[in-house]
């Protein structure tokens, strides 16, 4: 295949909700709102079949979900668990004070968030990676509250595999409700189920426009638009894996985008002729040729300055730097979300093993927005001490400043104190 020339074929996917969606998932907030389970056992039922009483899982399904899984999978889970903690728990923050020779005290407090509920996606496919990258950042935050929410079928069954990984986090507190009412019901809370205060986690676009429109009432982790991988490739990296790469990304939806620079028309050629040869035997064929053939770009550049500055523009969800030395180039990177060095360092291995998050922002958004980490379930509290003697070093000045500003109350009372 020929991939489109055009790197601003990124631009043009549009994940935004249509006024449809949203006037939708605004009918179902409010419902949720002011019915609480009545409205969300409704919506379980229209959407999933689902018409049990009981929404939680049980210990038991979890502890049986475990064991059908199988010793090799927990041990996978464990592995991943590892990797992950031990990237994360150097995000760890430390609350601190300063402690100045005229008596006055300040600093800053670092308190977890006390519930957190965690989104993770049912339907066609089961996603334990989610599991691990939203919770253990969370749990090492301090967090004490965590709570899964993912759809059912009318079977009511979770997917061991999502079980088994929330077993293997310590979480045991898991809903059977999915979609735009297990948003409603995490932000504004119900009888059974208490109120969070932040939701995270990957959905579709009825989940991420609820979670756009809770924002305020509850804090969450970003919004997530289609998933991207930008190449980074010199002469001397290699097509077959430059191709894989691509399509491992297209693969997830219609709207990825997959897109190599290179200073070198000919591995632009080998990458397309080796797309050919490896789809045929993938079984999301047809979805990463749509991929590809939509939102999939080959951009010869002539040199990796002009690569490097491209994709800063693009602020890619993916990096991926196939060069010859490819730590060299890490200081040109000034926007990206998760960056991955080398040939044998593919972005596979960050959805799952490596350590990084792999919840990350999309659509650009890496010029403001970092990946998922502790530091996204902690809260700052300033704190300060003034004696008196010290106050008085800065009453006059600060009593100018109010006045400045026409806040005479403010003056006043600072200046109560001396009089």
Not at 142 to 171: E, S
Not at 396 to 417: N, S, T
Request: hydrophobic share 45%.
């Amino acid at each position: 295949m020929r991939l489109n020339r055009d790197v601003n074929v990124i631009k043009n996917r549009n994940a935004q909700a249509d006024p449809g969606i949203m006037t939708s998932v605004a009918a179902i907030l409010k419902d949720v709102r002011e019915n609480g389970d009545a409205a969300v056992r409704q919506y379980a039922k229209d959407f999933d079949g689902f018409t049990s009483q009981e929404l939680m899982v049980t210990q038991v399904e979890i502890e049986t979900a475990t064991k059908k899984i199988g010793s090799d999978f927990i041990r996978i889970l464990q592995r991943a668990k590892d990797q992950i903690t031990e990237f994360h728990k150097n995000q760890i923050q430390n609350s601190w004070g300063i402690y100045k020779d005229n008596g006055v005290v300040m600093g800053q407090i670092i308190r977890p968030l006390v519930r957190v509920a965690l989104y993770v996606p049912g339907g066609t496919a089961a996603y334990p990676s989610s599991v691990l990258m939203n919770g253990i950042p969370a749990i090492l935050a301090g967090v004490k509250d965590i709570a899964i929410f993912t759809p059912v079928k009318a079977d009511g069954k979770v997917p061991d595999t999502i079980l088994a990984a929330a077993g293997v986090c310590g979480i045991s507190q898991i809903y059977k409700i999915g979609g735009a009412h297990a948003i409603a019901a995490a932000a504004y809370g119900t009888k059974s189920i208490p109120k969070a205060d932040k939701i995270v986690g990957p959905g579709n676009i009825y989940v991420a426009t609820a979670k756009r429109m809770v924002y305020g009432e509850v804090d969450i982790d970003m919004i997530a638009g289609p998933s991207e991988v930008l190449i980074i490739a010199d002469e001397a990296a290699n097509p077959i894996y430059i191709a894989a790469d691509l399509m491992s990304q297209a693969e997830h939806d219609p709207l990825a985008s997959s897109v190599l620079i290179t200073t070198s028309e000919k591995l632009i050629a080998e990458t397309e002729a080796e797309i050919d040869r490896q789809v045929e035997s993938l079984s999301r064929k047809d979805i990463i040729l749509q991929s590809l053939e939509s939102y999939g770009a080959a951009v010869h550049v002539k040199s990796l300055e002009e690569a490097f500055e491209i994709s800063n523009i693009l602020a890619p969800e993916h990096l991926e730097i196939l060069t010859a030395d490819p730590l060299s180039h890490l200081p040109k990177v000034q926007n990206a979300g998760s960056i991955f060095l080398g040939a044998y360092t593919p972005e596979p291995l960050g959805d799952y093993m490596s350590g990084p998050n792999h919840v990350l922002p999309t659509g650009g958004t890496a010029r403001f927005y970092s990946a998922l980490g502790v530091y996204d379930f902690v809260k700052h509290s300033s704190y300060s001490y003034y004696p008196k003697s010290a106050l008085a070093e800065l009453k006059d000045d600060v009593m100018i400043f109010a006045k400045k500003e026409g806040l005479d109350a403010h003056a006043a009372a600072m200046g109560v104190r001396f009089e």
